[in-house]
Each structure stands twice: as structure tokens, then as C-alpha cells.
């Protein structure tokens, strides 16, 4: 079983962090970018060897 931990400050917001307060947030700003993600390709360490450096690897897978 997983023990509980107990943290007062888990789930509680200081009441100096009123959003509603805010000015110039702009929702849904880095939308795009984490919508489009990330092509990560780990490479074998004996298939490494074989280019200088990332850049050959990505010229290659491109």
C-alpha cells in the first residue's frame, strides 16, 4: 500500500495568487508549440560512433 503524505500546502493556493487579478495572460499562447511536440530519436551508442556529430544524424534522418 502507498503510504499518504501529509502536506498542508498541497492543494492550497496563497491568497496573494488571486488569476482572476491578472493582467496580460493570454490563454492558450504556447498551444501551437505543444501541439506540434517533439521528434526525439535515441540513437544506439555503436550507431553513434559511426557520425561526428548530431547535426549528421539529423541531416541523414532528413
Known sequence: ????????????????????????GVKGKYV???????NLVLVDPDVAQAFPDDAAVTELLN
Open 32 to 38: 501551437q508549440r505543444y501541439r506540434a511536440g517533439t
Open 1 to 24: 500500500m502507498k503510504k499518504e503524505i501529509e502536506n498542508e500546502m498541497a492543494d492550497e493556493l496563497l491568497s496573494e495568487y488571486n488569476f482572476a487579478q491578472m493582467e496580460g
